[in-house]
């Protein structure tokens, strides 16, 4: 079965530092762009980053751009988002997603996505 | 950065109701446009990609139509089912994948 599971989220006081997770397991991890995606509460979505297969094509939001850094461990099917300098504004639960295009760098849809994982900036 | 509008944001149908979703792209995105159906508390699913294409396992009474700048995604007759938040999103700029505001299905 193709699943992404992300894990990291929690409360963290504004100007912190948070690292999120998402293990994928059922499909080549390292064939696949991967995204992060956020939704704040009851709001619409927004793309946050993506990364290529290989790690050579990274994009970022200009919301986050700056503060939020994107990497992947192919050998063990991992994608992370290292959030820095975290904001009230960073809250909403944050989406792993898997590009639908084997081999394409950033621009695709998604056809998988996690469950999620709730960040809470809060003093 | 490319917008995306949706409209409406919110439309009242009844089961059995052609319903019909437009999004408009601030400049010409060619046909890479998805759509997503979300339902409370749950990720969203990919029901249509590069503009008309039918995900697998979608219904076919899901569609989708348009390029350049004006895309529609039509519910042929409205199921029980379909009740959510259907969103768009594009693909063609690396600067970001940016997605429309939302529009939420509700029964009338």
């Known amino acids: 079965e193709v699943q992404l599971v992300e894990s990291g989220g929690g409360l963290v006081q504004p100007g912190r530092s948070l690292r999120l997770s998402c293990a994928a397991s059922g499909f080549t991890f390292d064939d696949y762009a991967m995204h992060w995606v956020r939704q704040a509460p009851g709001k619409g979505l927004e793309w946050v980053s993506g990364i290529s297969w290989n790690s050579g094509s990274i994009g970022y939001a200009d919301s986050v751009k700056g503060r939020f850094t994107i990497s992947r461990d192919n050998a063990k099917n991992s994608l992370y988002l290292q959030m820095n300098s975290l904001r009230a504004e960073d809250t909403a639960l944050y989406y792993c997603?898997?590009?639908?295009?084997?081999?394409?760098?950033?621009?695709?849809?998604?056809?998988?996505w996690g469950q999620g994982t709730m960040v809470t900036v809060s003093s | 950065d490319i917008q995306m509008t949706q409209s409406p944001s919110t439309l009242s149908a009844s089961v059995g109701d052609r319903v019909t979703i437009t999004c408009r792209a601030s400049q010409s995105i060619s046909s890479w446009l998805a759509w997503y159906q979300q339902k409370p508390g749950k990720a969203p699913k990919l029901l249509i990609y590069?503009?008309?294409s039918l995900e697998s396992g979608v219904p076919s009474r899901f569609s989708g139509s348009g390029s350049g700048t004006e895309f529609t995604l039509t519910i042929s007759s409205l199921q029980p089912d379909d009740f959510a938040t259907y969103y768009c999103?594009?693909?063609?700029?690396?600067?970001?994948?940016?997605f429309g505001g939302g529009t939420k299905v509700e029964i009338k």
């Open positions: 997603a898997k590009a639908a295009d084997k081999w394409e760098l950033l621009l695709s849809a998604f056809d998988i």
């Open positions: 590069k503009a008309s």
């Open positions: 999103q594009q693909y063609n700029s690396y600067s970001s994948l940016t």
